[in-house]
C-alpha cells in the first residue's frame, strides 16, 4: 500500500491513512538512526532536488539530511543561486529542472499555491516544504510523530495552538492534522491573529491563554515575528511576552504531562520563556530529529516505496 | 441600404415589438412593418432576416482596459475593438491606465485615431485621467481631455486616496458636465490582500481584502458626490454593503451611478479553487452572500450598468505565482452570454438587462443611443437562445484570462452594427 496522493501538498488532500502510513515509516526510518552507519542504500540512483526560495535553515537542512540517509543524490538549489534572480520565472526554472530528470522536487516559497502550481507544471511529485500562510505539511506530520511518539495516541488529545494562527501555515497544518487523526484543537490569540471565517474550521477559539492552557495535552507555541507589530497586530512584544507567552506560572494551568511544542526557531522570552522551552515539558528537540525521519518517510513513499519488515 | 427584418426591437422606454428597420447612409431611416410579400423598397438593399433574434440599440461596455499606449503585448486597440465587435458591443470606454497615462489631449486624440484607423469599426470614447499620471496630486486638464473626445475622468486602478482632491475633481467635472468614475479601495485597509478575505482566503494561506476596503471608499464618495453636487459613477461594484450605501444614496436623491461586472454576479471567491490565477481580480470575487446582494441591486435599479472591466493580461502575467499574478478578467467577449443568464434567472427582463448594457451606459457617458427615426445605426441584433462554449484560445482579445473557458453560455451577438456598417456577423465568423 502506498500514499494515495503523488504529490505531499498539504495535510487536506492526504488521508488519515496516509498520515498513519508516513508516520509508521517515519517511526521505522527514525531505527536507522541509532546505527552505527546511519545510512541505507534505499534510494541510490534517485535523484532529489530541493528548491528553497525563501530562507530556511531547519526545513532545509532537514530534508538535505533525510535524502542523504537514503542515499539519493542532492541537488539543493535557493532562489539567489537560480537563474531566477536573471529574472526567468519560477515555472521555467522548475521546467528546466525537470528536464535534469529529479525523481522528486522538494520546494519552499514565500507564495501560496505554489507547490500546487509546479504540481501543474512537471510530472515528479512535488513536497512542499512551506509555501507562505498556507501549509507546511512535513512539519504537521513530524508535530504528529512527536505526539503519538510521546503519548502514545493522537486521538481523543486536546491540542492547543497559540499565537499568529492567521499568518501561520504551521498552525493550519497542524489544525488540518491533528483534527484528521482524532484530536481536538483549541487557538488562542489576540482577535487579530485569529483568521477570517475561522468558525468554519472546526476548533475551539479562545482570546484566553490561559484558558487555552489549561486542559490541553500538547501547547503548540507559534514564532512570534516582532515586526508585525507595525501591522497594528499588536501593541509591543512586552504585552504580547505577558499575555500570551509560555511561562511557568501559566504553565500552572497545564496537565501535570502536558507536552510543549514549538516549530522553531524560537523567539526565547517572547512567545515561550527560556525555561520552559528548555524544561522537562519540552519536547523540542524531539521534533527537530523527528523531521528528519518524517521527511526521509515522505522521499520514499513519493518514490513508490512500500515498506515491509524486511526491508 | 440595410434592412433589418422580422426581428423583436427592443429599446427600452421606446420600443418592444417585432419591426423592421431600414438603414440608409449610417442612420436609422424608417421603422415599419413591411408586408411579408412585399419588397424591401429598394432592390439594392441587403436584408438582413432576423426573424427570432432580438435587435437592440448597441451595446456599450463603459470600462475596458484596451492597454494601448504602452502595454500593447496584452491588448492593442484593434484587438480590443475587435473582441467587442465579437461581445456585441458598438462602443467602449477604455480606462487612462495606459503608458503613458490618457492624462492629455494628445493621449486621448491617439486612442481615438487608432480606433478609427484599426478598422474594426467600434466606437472608442476614452476616460480620462483625474489626476496627472494617475499619481493622485494635481487634477489633469478635464477641459483638453474633454476636448479631445473623453467622456469620463477616472483614475481606475489607483484609488484617490486623497479626499479632497476626490472632491475637486468632482466639483471640476461638474463644470464639463462630465462624471468622475471611481475605483473604490483603501488601499491600506486592501493592504497585500488578493482574494477575498473569509474561510476560502483563510484555507489557502492567502492574505484576504475585506468588503470594508470598498465600502468605506464608496461611503466616502457618495458624501462628497451629495456636497459637491457632481456626477459620481462608481466602478465594479462588489461588495453587498456598496450596493446598499448606493441604495441609500439613491433613496436620498444623491446623484450618483454604479456599476457591476459580469463575475460579480456569476461567480464567487469559490472560483479560486486551488490558486487559479484567471480566477484573481480586483475588487476579488466575493462570497455568495455579496454575489446575491449584487444580483438584487441589478434587480431593484441600484446598480444602473453592466461592465465588464475587461483587464487582458498575458501569460507572463497571469502563469505565475498567485500572490504576483496582475488582477483582472478579460470580459468583453462573455460579458453578454453570461449577463444573459440573468434573463434565463429572472434577475432582470430582457428590456432592463438592454437597459444597463446600452442605453443607461449610453446616458451616463453624454451620448444618444437608442432606435428611432433619426438615430445613428449602432445596434446589436443578438440570439438569445443558442448554446455555445467559451473558448479562451479562439478569443480575439490577446488576453485569453478568464475563468469562464469551457464554460457553455447561451445566448451571444449574432451582428454588430456600427454606423450602418456590419462590423461583427457570427455567420461570417465561423461561429
Partial sequence: MGLSTRDVLDIASLSGEDISLILETARRMKEIFRRPVKKVPTLRGKTVVSFFHEPSTRTRVSFDLAAKRLSADLVSLSASTSSMVKGETLVDTVRNIEQMVPDVIVIRHSSAGVPHMLARHVSVPVINAGDGMHAHPSQALLDMMTVLEKKGRIDGLRLAIIGDIARSRVARSDIEGFLKMGASVVLAAPPTMIPAGVESFGVDVTYDADKAVSGADVIMMLRIQKERAASFLFPSVREYALRYGLNAERLKLAKKDVAIMHPGPINRGVEIAPDVADGKHSIILDQVENGVAVRMALFYLVMGGQWNAGD | ?431
Fill in chain 2, 1 to 431: 441600404m440595410l434592412v433589418i427584418r422580422g426581428g423583436r426591437v427592443i429599446d427600452p422606454g421606446r420600443l418592444d415589438g417585432v419591426h423592421d428597420i431600414w438603414i440608409e447612409s449610417g442612420r436609422i431611416v424608417r421603422i415599419g412593418n413591411m408586408d411579408e410579400h412585399a419588397e424591401p423598397g429598394d432592390e439594392n438593399a441587403d436584408v438582413i432576416d432576423a426573424s427570432g433574434r432580438i435587435v437592440v440599440p448597441g451595446l456599450i461596455d463603459m470600462h475596458v482596459h484596451l492597454r494601448e499606449p504602452g502595454y500593447e503585448y496584452k491588448e492593442t486597440i484593434a484587438t480590443g475593438c475587435a473582441a467587442a465587435a465579437r461581445g456585441g458591443f458598438t462602443a467602449v470606454c477604455p480606462m487612462p491606465n495606459t503608458n503613458p497615462v490618457n492624462d492629455s489631449a494628445q493621449v486621448c486624440r491617439f486612442i481615438i485615431d487608432q480606433a478609427r484607423s484599426c478598422g474594426a469599426g467600434v466606437k472608442v470614447y476614452p476616460v480620462g485621467a483625474i489626476s496627472v499620471g494617475l499619481a493622485g496630486r494635481e487634477l489633469a486638464e478635464y477641459g483638453e481631455l474633454k476636448s479631445a473626445g473623453a467622456v469620463a475622468f477616472s483614475d481606475d486602478g489607483n484609488p484617490v486616496t486623497n479626499g479632497q482632491l476626490m472632491r475637486r475633481a468632482l466639483e471640476y467635472a461638474k463644470g464639463m458636465g462630465l462624471p468622475v468614475i471611481s475605483h473604490c479601495e483603501d488601499l491600506l485597509l486592501a493592504g497585500k490582500g488578493v482574494m477575498n478575505e473569509g474561510t476560502f482566503a483563510s484555507r489557502l494561506g492567502l492574505a484576504g481584502i475585506p468588503n470594508a476596503a470598498e465600502s468605506v471608499m464608496v461611503c466616502r464618495d457618495v458624501a462628497l458626490c451629495e456636497l459637491t453636487g457632481g456626477r459620481l459613477h462608481i466602478a465594479h461594484v462588489s461588495a453587498r454593503e456598496s450596493v446598499e450605501i448606493i441604495r441609500h444614496a439613491k433613496q436620498r436623491g444623491i446623484k450618483v451611478t454604479a456599476e457591476t461586472a459580469p463575475h460579480f454576479f456569476t461567480l464567487t471567491e469559490e472560483a479560486v479553487g486551488m490558486y487559479d490565477t484567471s480566477a484573481k481580480v480586483n475588487p476579488p470575487l466575493r462570497s455568495a452572500a455579496d454575489r446575491d446582494a449584487v444580483r438584487e441591486g441589478l434587480a431593484d435599479g441600484t446598480i444602473d450598468v453592466i461592465a465588464s472591466d475587461h483587464a487582458p493580461h498575458s501569460t507572463v502575467d497571469k502563469d505565475v505565482e498567485f500572490d504576483a499574478a496582475a488582477n483582472g478578467i478579460s470580459g468583453l467577449e462573455t460579458s453578454l452570454g453570461l449577463s444573459l443568464a440573468l434573463v434565463k434567472e429572472n434577475v432582470l427582463s430582457m428590456a432592463d438587462l438592454i437597459e444597463k448594457m446600452s442605453v443607461a451606459p449610453a446616458r451616463i457617458i453624454g451620448k444618444e443611443n437608442g432606435i428611432f427615426e433619426g438615430a445613428v445605426a449602432d445596434m446589436t441584433i443578438i440570439d438569445p437562445d443558442s448554446s455555445w462554449i467559451v473558448r479562451a484560445d479562439s478569443f480575439c482579445s490577446l488576453g485569453k484570462n478568464t475563468p469562464f473557458d469551457g464554460w457553455e453560455l447561451n445566448g451571444r451577438a449574432v451582428m454588430t452594427i456600427v454606423d450602418g456598417g456590419v462590423v461583427f456577423d457570427a455567420s461570417k465568423s465561423g461561429l
